[in-house]
Nanobody, 114 residues
Framework: QVQLVESGGGLVQSGESLRLSCVMF????????MYWYRQAPGKERDLVAS????????NYADSVKDRCTISRDNSKSTVYLQMNNLKPEDTAVYYC???????WGQGTRVTVSS
């Protein structure tokens, strides 16, 4: 069964860091590009970052470009999102997404207090 399971969210203060993880189940990780999205309260789900299947190519939303790093360890079937210098506007539910398989994770909540 194809499944994505996120973890690593939590409540932090402005300026702190978090690392989100997304474990991929039921498919061969190194065959698929992966994305991180986020959805803030009352807003649409927006793309945060993407990484190609090999981990060679990455892209970021302008709002996080200098503060976030997406990476992957295909041997662990895991994609990561390292977020530094977190701001209150980063508060959202963060989702992992595999576009080729049209599969979303359940999300992990990040709350940043000022």
């Amino acid at each position: 069964q194809v499944q994505l399971v996120e973890s690593g969210g939590g409540l932090v203060q402005s300026g702190e860091s978090l690392r989100l993880s997304c474990v991929m189940f039921g498919f061969t990780a190194n065959r698929y590009d992966m994305y991180w999205y986020r959805q803030a309260p009352g807003k649409e789900r927006d793309l945060v970052a993407s990484i190609d299947r090999t981990g060679t190519f990455t892209n970021y939303a302008d709002s996080v470009k200098d503060r976030c790093t997406i990476s992957r360890d295909n041997s662990k079937s895991t994609v990561y999102l390292q977020m530094n210098n977190l701001k209150p506007e980063d508060t959202a539910v963060y989702y992992c997404f595999c576009p080729a398989l049209d599969t979303w994770g359940q999300g992990t909540r990040v709350t940043v207090s000022s």
